[in-house]
């Protein structure tokens, strides 16, 4: 994520960044989302940030890099079979509001 991340952040409206990141069919060690965290808390906020991990500490981690850099997050816990329809929709549908002033975009 790291290496294509900079080409694509000026356009970033926001981003959903787990702890635990997969191999996608790669052998090498994809890292995980406190890398990611600490890579962008070295830049400048553009877009809010959703942390959902279930990886307690890590995500916790994640949370301070963010504050300590003045990056808008939230934190949704993974929880229950309809977690992203329960909670990740609603927390994402709230942070692009904030950003757009409570306008709905087409």
Known sequence: MIRELECYLPEARL???DHD???SGEEEDPGDGLEVAKFLAQRPPCCPVIIHSSNTLRSLAMSGEFELAGW???RVPPLGEDWIEAFWRPTA???LRRRTGGKRRG
């Open 21 to 23: 990141l997969e191999p």
């Open 72 to 74: 808008k997050f939230l």
């Open 93 to 95: 549908r709230k942070l």
């Open 15 to 17: 981003i959903s960044l």
